[in-house]
Nanobody, 119 residues
Framework: QVQLVESGGGLVQAGGSLRLSCPAS????????MGWFRQAPGKEREFVAVINWSGGMTYYADSVKGRFTISRDNAKSTVYLQMNSLKPEDTAVYYC????????????WGKGTLVTVSS
């Protein structure tokens, strides 16, 4: 069973920054593409960013491109999301997960970490 423990969320003013972390266990971390997803109040969960197994390739949703940076440390089985120039519309619960072809998340989910951006 995979365990994903997201952390680093909080309350920040618009224009501010946060760094999310997600250590993963129960799976061969370095074998999988990893990503971040988010769910805003009243909306469906959406894709944010993905990084391939080696860390050499990344891809972002248009809404965060140029502001967010995904990275990973395979030695620590951890994926990160650096979020800069935050906007109120970035307010959501953020989740990490393995990513399948087509940017589909794997089945297991952690509890997520809440990011609230005030205007």
């Amino acid at each position: 069973q995979v365990q994903l423990v997201e952390s680093g969320g909080g309350l920040v003013q618009a224009g501010g920054s946060l760094r999310l972390s997600c250590p993963a266990s129960g799976r061969t971390f370095s074998s999988y593409d990893m990503g971040w997803f988010r769910q805003a109040p009243g909306k469906e969960r959406e894709f944010v960013a993905v990084i391939n197994w080696s860390g050499g390739m990344t891809y972002y949703a248009d809404s965060v491109k140029g502001r967010f940076t995904i990275s990973r440390d395979n030695a620590k089985s951890t994926v990160y999301l650096q979020m800069n120039s935050l906007k109120p519309e970035d307010t959501a619960v953020y989740y990490c997960n393995g990513v399948l072809p087509g940017l589909r998340p794997m089945d297991d989910w952690g509890k997520g970490t809440l990011v609230t951006v005030s205007s």
